[in-house]
């Protein structure tokens, strides 16, 4: 019957005594539900994959750009500016004496006087009101700006003062003189260093000493009313080249 121990109910006669782990009962078997806790969510690091290198791309300038900002850094650089261009003067002179007075008169036509010459004449009155010579005396050819037709040498207005100053110093050498006589716009200016401003008016020039400072011939003869100024100027400084003629 498959029994394996046997316990009787009531204690049999003369039967053996029971062993006490026989007659303890054994402990209903409990089977434990195991609950399992919850387990907290770890979080799932990423996978980290190695470091790739970042491929930085570098934009190249199209030759249309690289043109463009050429052509602004051109702009923006500083353009060194030139020094104009000033073409040579041009004009005739001529050196003439009168007693001690010397005259560098403008040639009104760019030729040498003639006896007949309206503008000559009008020198000639102008000489005989000053009490001097009216038949001057022609030194020379007349100065003739520019000196030549082509080349590289400087002819420019400071080039032209320089040689017309040369000239009428070497002249005041030979044969010095109590005034010089400026007639014309060009003998004031590259002789005097003066301007128009300047007509009527005697000048103290270094290395020519006094000078006086006419209008042109020509333009005396297109402005009549000039020549009261003239007049005028001309009796303040007769007395020099008188005294010296006495």
């Known amino acids: 019957m498959q029994v394996v121990n046997w316990l009787p109910r ?5 039967a053996a005594p029971s062993r006490p782990e026989l007659l303890e009962m054994p402990e209903p078997l409990v089977i434990a539900k195991v609950v399992q806790a919850p387990v907290a969510e770890t979080p799932v690091e990423p996978v980290v994959k190695p470091a790739e290198r970042v491929k930085i791309e570098v934009p190249r300038p199209s030759l249309a750009s690289t043109r463009t900002n050429a052509k602004v850094e051109e702009e923006e650089a500083p353009v060194a500016v030139r020094a104009p261009v000033v073409p040579p003067p041009r004009f005739a002179l001529q050196l003439l ?4 007075c010397l005259l560098l008169v403008e040639l009104p036509t760019g030729e040498s006087f003639q006896t007949r010459d309206p503008a000559y004449l009008l020198l000639k009155d102008m000489l005989r009101a000053a009490g001097l010579p009216d038949s001057p005396q022609i030194i020379g050819e007349p100065v003739r700006w520019p000196l030549l037709a082509r080349g590289t040498m400087d002819q420019g207005p400071e080039a032209a003062r320089d040689f017309v100053q040369g000239f009428l110093s070497a002249r005041l050498e030979d044969a010095p003189c109590v005034c010089l006589w400026l007639i014309g716009l060009p003998a004031v200016r590259f002789a005097g260093e003066a301007n128009a ?3 009527n008016r005697e000048l103290q020039v270094e290395g020519l000493g006094s000078v006086w400072a006419l209008p042109g011939l020509e333009l005396l003869m297109e402005e009549p009313q000039r020549k009261a100024d003239v007049w005028q100027a001309m009796r303040r400084l007769m007395a020099r080249w008188k005294e010296s003629n006495e």
């Open 97 to 100: 004496r009168a007693g001690r």
């Open 197 to 199: 401003e300047s007509f």
């Open 10 to 14: 009531t204690e049999l006669p003369f």
